[in-house]
């Protein structure tokens, strides 16, 4: 026990979960063309940025804002083009509320069921938060593997699914019927996460009522707002309501709201600009494609995975030329020399496909020749 002679530390005092955990590491970027955090590479249009200085001139900073978020909430409603009988929560990033939802379902022995790889933050909230985390593996292309998720959902009856729609990090949109079968299945939540909901075809707003367990999350940080924090969930007042209980009372701060709203009364803006990343996308992955030693994976987000020879060589090679993207391997097997890039502005991507061809070529010359790319 710690005393005066022996203080405490925090292996004493922390719960063994927190000490097992690694933090989320956010590399630094400074100087570097940032594509490794799929943030929207556009500034606002002048007229936008000067509303939204009149808008924080004239916000009372000195008040707390308003717990509800009733007004920002109306415009999520009008975008979305939810249904009436269709709740939302607002919450400080999507992250939080994940971390919401598992603080809330965190009864002992409960279980927080995804597939692997995907979002981290699932496994790691699960895991502060107590709860046990299952991890059902993809198939090689990255779709989900229905018997296997049903056997999983049949055999841990999790309290809380997680399903990434289109999935971090491969890019792809899961099956719909197949997703579908997951909720019709599953004997607690299920939470479709769509944070990429701006630049993929299919979306599960549509049959939020349709489905008394479903809950759809998204997020505006990938549309363009990822430094104001915000997200939302929405569904069922009777989930809603037990959340709202948890949810710290401003948890989304004043400044957030406003700006949020604003930016949401010009969402054509945003969705110029998603417009223009789709179009982007389909050139940088036929870049890709036209790549020797790189395939890359399509993609229904604003980011391509792709595997490439030498994947640890060429992510240095890319970051000494100035270019930050994500080295996912070694995160999953699955992800075995596996890369993922965010779409920048063209100029970006045109950097971007220079580099890579340039570290492809050094790291093939330095390592003395080519084993043949992963198969997984
Ligand atoms: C980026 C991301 C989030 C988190 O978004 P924030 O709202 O910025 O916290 C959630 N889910 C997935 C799948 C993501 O890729």
Not at 33 to 46: G, I, R
Not at 159 to 181: H, Q, R
Not at 261 to 287: C, F, P, S
């Amino acid at each position: 026990m710690p005393s005066a002679s022996n203080p405490a530390t925090p292996s004493h005092l922390f719960r063994q979960e927190v000490l097992a955990l690694h933090a989320y590491h956010v590399p630094p970027a400074a100087g570097l063309v940032k594509l490794d955090a799929m943030e929207n590479p556009y500034p606002l249009p002048p007229h936008l940025r000067e509303e939204i200085a009149r808008l924080v001139a004239d916000t009372a900073i000195n008040r707390y804002p308003d717990p509800e978020a009733r007004s920002l909430k109306e415009k999520i409603r009008a975008v979305t083009g939810l249904a009436e009988d269709t709740q939302v929560l607002v919450g400080n990033g999507s992250d939080e509320i994940i971390q919401l939802l598992a603080l809330a379902l965190a009864r002992p022995g409960a279980t927080l069921l995804s597939v692997d790889p995907s979002f981290v933050m699932y496994r790691m909230i699960a895991t502060f938060t107590g709860m046990r985390y299952v991890g059902v593996p993809l198939t090689e292309n990255f779709d989900l593997d229905l018997p296997a998720t049903l056997d999983a959902i049949r055999h841990h009856q999790p309290a809380l699914v997680f399903l990434a729609y289109p999935n971090n990090p491969s890019g792809n949109l899961f099956d719909a019927e197949a997703v579908t079968k997951i909720i019709m299945a599953a004997p607690g939540l299920v939470v479709v996460d769509e944070a990429y909901y701006a630049f993929a075809r299919s979306s599960f707003i549509p049959v939020l009522s349709q489905h008394p367990n479903l809950l759809v999350m998204r997020t505006f940080s990938k549309l363009g707002m990822a430094g104001l924090r915000l997200g939302f969930l929405a569904g069922h007042r009777m989930w809603l309501e037990q959340l709202e209980k948890l949810r710290l009372p401003y948890n989304t701060g004043v400044l957030a709201q406003g700006v949020a709203e604003k930016l949401l009364q010009h969402h054509d803006v945003l969705l110029q600009q998603a417009a223009q990343i789709k179009r982007d996308r389909t050139w940088l992955y036929e870049r890709l494609v036209g790549t020797a030693d790189v395939r890359p994976y399509q993609s229904e987000a604003n980011f391509i995975l792709f595997r490439a020879m030498h994947a640890n060589a060429v992510f240095a090679g890319l970051k000494q030329r100035g270019i930050l993207i994500k080295n996912l391997n070694g995160a999953h097997p699955l992800l075995a020399d596996c890369l993922r890039v965010t779409v920048g502005t063209r100029e970006e991507n045109e950097r971007f496909v220079v580099a890579l061809q340039e570290s492809l070529h050094v790291a093939q010359a330095s390592s003395g020749g080519n084993q043949p790319l992963s198969s997984v």
